[in-house]
């Protein structure tokens, strides 16, 4: 794809502007968007608590942001190398402005119900996975190999930053004024984020060629059938790749049950940080945001951790904080020890997500990125709305802090599977195929 894009046609001088003025583009649309998603994730849930709804109302507020994960990511991977990827992106962007601004006018004349919440959760969630998978299918094009490294730590860092530090912060300081606030500030930030990614330079349609050869016929079909095979086809093509390569099929199991616990976390939170922490919204924003200083850290650290441990010990990092995480409030509800352990948490992931996208960026071809991202996000982020659901189940039966002694459980299991597969023969494959391909 960025071989055939017309911005990489030029002099070397321009193709260093034109890389930096995309990695700058990509990086202040990513922290905005995701600024807008950190303020929701918080002003959600705590708009659900507002209306009397108990921990699994509340945890399926949670759900609905996730649940197009499991059900939309394969199909719209194969948008995402169909389409302008571009046009995808900003379409997604307006769709999140629409949903935030429904509600904000549901919520002028007090008509906010938690049904209108789950609702808006659909479609925001919806509109996320469409963006998130353009998104990432645009980077490879939109930056050269030699800078993607780069790139991928400060999208990383963008990420982390915006939403898990600060729009939980600001997130709970806007609802603890008025959720009238918080809404408006993020469907302002969608469309911040619709008028960015028009300033990125190159053109993101993916070439025909890039599609399979063996689904010409079915692509050219006119018929609904023909128009179904081709998309199974393609959809087939994407997670085959991914499950015939032992590591990232690896990586993309171990995700699987981390985002899970992840997702039970944030799912669980605004009822035990109410009930157990006895904490206001701003305090609750300010203990999610522990996440996202954490993220920063890892962002900022991740050249020297993999450079002092290696990247098998960068990515481990996330087991050791994400089980933390779960760990810490089951045993030990101090608002301290919960927020050193989402620190952890958030310094892990960022970990994890730098070097496993450098990974999959080195061994993923450039015509399935689409299909692959869509394929790993359905195995890796699919388990979002399970945990949340299941997060949801086990506080109504158990209590909360049941909930999240069996995430912990759960992640302490993974650690034997990922050292048995995740070895250094298995990266430095990745790193040589990186090598050969900037070469």
């Not at 070397?12 to 990086?27: F, G, H, Q, S």
């Not at 993220?295 to 904080?321: E, K, M, P, Q």
Request: proline share 4%; charged share 15%.
């Amino acid at each position: 794809m960025s071989e055939t894009n017309e911005a990489l046609q030029a002099s070397p001088d321009a193709l260093e502007r034109i890389a930096r003025r995309n990695e700058v583009v990509l990086v202040a649309f990513t922290a905005t968007t995701n600024l807008a998603d950190g303020v929701l994730k918080i002003a959600l849930p705590l708009l659900a608590v507002g209306l009397g709804g108990s921990p699994g109302q509340v945890a399926v507020v949670g759900l609905t942001l996730t649940l197009p994960w499991l059900l939309v990511s394969l199909p719209v991977g194969v948008l995402a190398d169909r389409a302008d990827r571009r046009r995808l992106v900003i379409l997604a962007d307006l769709v999140r402005l629409a949903a935030a601004g429904a509600l904000l006018v549901a919520g002028a004349g007090d008509g906010i119900s938690l049904a209108a919440l789950y609702a808006a959760g659909v479609v925001i969630g919806t509109a996320e996975v469409v963006a998130n998978t353009a998104t990432g299918a645009m980077v490879p094009a939109a930056v050269p190999r030699s800078r993607r490294a780069r790139a991928n730590a400060w999208i990383a860092g963008a990420e982390t930053l915006a939403n898990e530090f600060c729009g939980p912060a600001v997130g709970g300081l806007l609802v603890g004024v008025g959720a009238s606030l918080a809404l408006g500030f993020s469907a302002g930030a969608f469309a911040a984020g619709a008028v960015l990614i028009v300033l990125l330079a190159g053109s993101f349609r993916p070439a025909r060629a890039d599609r399979p050869a063996h689904h010409g016929p079915a692509d050219s079909a006119s018929g609904d059938r023909g128009s179904a095979a081709a998309l199974f086809g393609e959809i087939v093509e994407g997670l085959r790749f991914l499950w015939r390569d032992r590591l990232l099929r690896t990586l993309t199991l171990t995700i699987t049950v981390l985002a899970g616990a992840w997702s039970a976390w944030l799912a669980l939170m605004p009822s035990y940080a109410t009930a157990v922490l006895e904490a206001d919204p701003k305090a609750y924003g300010l203990l999610i945001s522990a996440i996202g200083l954490g993220g920063l850290a890892g962002a900022a650290l991740t050249s020297v951790v993999n450079r002092l441990l290696g990247v098998r010990w960068a990515l481990f990092a996330d087991l050791i904080g994400t089980f933390l995480m779960m760990a810490v409030p089951a045993s030990f509800p101090s608002a301290w020890a919960v927020g050193a352990a989402a620190f952890a948490g958030g310094m892990g992931g960022t970990l994890w997500t730098v070097n496993s996208r450098t990974i999959a960026q080195a061994l993923v071809p450039d015509r399935l990125l689409g299909r692959y991202g869509s394929a790993a996000r359905l195995l890796g982020w699919g388990t979002l709305p399970l945990g949340a659901g299941l997060a949801g189940g086990l506080a109504e039966a158990f209590g909360l802090r049941a909930g999240f002694a069996v995430f912990a459980a759960a992640v302490a299991v993974l650690v034997v599977p990922f050292l048995w597969a995740v070895t250094p023969s298995e990266l430095r494959r990745a790193a040589d195929s990186e090598s050969a391909t900037a070469e």
